[in-house]
């Protein structure tokens, strides 16, 4: 007959104490939380402030317009959106377009002088996302 092995050399497994497994997931939770801020965090956008030329016509940045055009080309003049910053949260705001400048766009109806645009808005950004600003 055969003899029954009982295991590998009878040695008995090693026991950890109870507090090793969720310390290791406090390490592990504690590690991760910078790319769990940096992967939730609000996206940090610049911002510009609309203005007006010698004229009195209002101005904003071309890059601050989300064109309506067709390929996503700023046809001014005509319709066009710009996001406004209010209390933390990226608005899109309709606007009427006039002439293109060098790098300003004239804008007749729909932005206040004292609003706050985003400067060049990422594709990705859409109505009501909360953001962070630099000046």
Do not use: Y
């Not at 071309?62 to 066009?80: I, K, Y």
């Not at 007749?108 to 909360?130: I, K, T, Y």
């Amino acid at each position: 007959m055969h003899k029954a092995r009982s295991g590998a050399g009878d040695i008995p497994a090693p026991r950890f104490p109870r507090w090793v497994a969720p310390a290791l997931l406090l390490v592990i939770a504690a590690g991760l939380a910078p790319l769990w801020w940096e992967v939730t965090s609000p996206p940090l956008l610049a911002i510009a402030r609309p203005w007006r030329d010698a004229a009195g016509v209002l101005l904003v940045p071309a890059d601050a317009v989300r064109a309506q055009g067709p390929q996503g080309r700023l046809a001014a003049p005509g319709p066009g959106n710009v996001f406004v910053i209010k209390n933390g949260v990226a608005r899109l705001t309709r606007v009427r377009l006039g002439v293109l400048r060098d790098g300003a766009v004239e804008v007749h109806e729909g932005l206040e002088e004292s609003a706050v645009v985003v400067a060049n808005p990422p594709r990705g950004l859409e109505d009501r996302h909360r953001v962070a600003v630099r000046p």
